[in-house]
């Protein structure tokens, strides 16, 4: 899969942040249960990855599924959980194969240990490969991340190992779940909502945020060229004023 011509591969991001928002409408407005909305979600995931690694985007986070996402029905929990695990069994030689590096992010050991078990096998599996990282949050929560990072930070000041004031942002960083990961450039959320829902905050700080009303079940490889045409007419200035030279 070639760049599409009008896009510029020097403005490339180098990571894509993904909110997969709108299964479970994209589902009940073709009057289908969630879990077939959640279903197709998952093939669209696996198409946009491919899409990434064609493209030359080298990093790719996906939130899968939040800490809050416990509240939603049983059913539906149980069936992602599955979901998650099916995935990764039947996809995995193939990303392999492909130069896919998996990576998880969030409290894992929340999860269903069969689950674990195939997290840990896919992660292992990959570590070495270079085409694409494919970073998965699973219950992620980013407050939950951060503050997990403060507190062991606190742990090596209470050891001696540093001292408080020598605590800056490159500790933090390197204590949270992402430490080997540059932080995205874009963010793309489906469905028309406009919030982080507690997704990498930290690391967000300075990066792109592009919105779509598309449901991510319909979110194709069309769609993602657009968010990729918005992105780069933008200016990323980091905070600073770019100096204007007189002529």
């Known amino acids: 899969m070639t760049l599409p011509p009008d896009l510029d591969p020097q403005k490339i991001p180098q990571h894509i942040a993904m909110i997969m928002d709108g299964n479970g409408r994209w589902a009940t407005s073709r009057g289908l249960p969630r879990i077939a909305g959640h279903r197709q979600g998952a ?3 696996k198409q946009l990855l491919r899409c990434c690694k064609d493209w030359g985007i080298k990093a790719l986070t996906a939130y899968a599924f939040s800490t809050e996402n416990w509240q939603r029905p049983i059913e539906e929990v149980d069936f992602l959980m599955h979901l998650f695990e099916r995935l990764l069994r039947r996809e995995l030689a193939q990303m392999h194969q492909e130069g896919v590096r998996i990576s998880f992010i969030g409290d894992l050991s929340a999860l269903p240990p ?6 840990e096998h896919s992660m292992t599996e990959t570590v070495n490969n270079q085409a694409i990282h494919f970073t998965i949050a699973v219950n992620y929560g980013s407050r939950s991340e951060i503050t997990r990072a403060c507190r062991q930070v606190a742990e090596l000041v209470a050891q001696g190992q540093i001292s408080a004031g020598e605590v800056n942002e490159n500790i933090v960083e390197q ?5 080997d990961t540059p932080a995205p450039d874009l963010l793309i959320r489906t469905s028309g909502e406009m919030r982080l829902s507690n997704f990498l905050l930290w690391q967000m700080a300075y990066t792109e945020m ?6 991510w079940p319909d979110f194709d490889t069309e769609a ?4 990729l045409l918005s992105y780069q007419k933008r200016d990323r200035r980091f905070g600073q004023v770019k100096t204007l030279l007189s002529a």
Do not use: D
């Not at 069969?114 to 997290?119: D, G, N, P, R, V």
């Not at 993602?224 to 968010?227: C, D, E, G, P, T």
């Open 43 to 45: 093939k669209t995931l």
């Open 114 to 119: 069969s689950l674990q078990t195939e997290i």
């Open 175 to 179: 204590h949270l779940y992402t430490a």
């Open 210 to 215: 592009y919105f779509t009303e598309i449901f």
């Open 224 to 227: 993602l060229h657009q968010a």
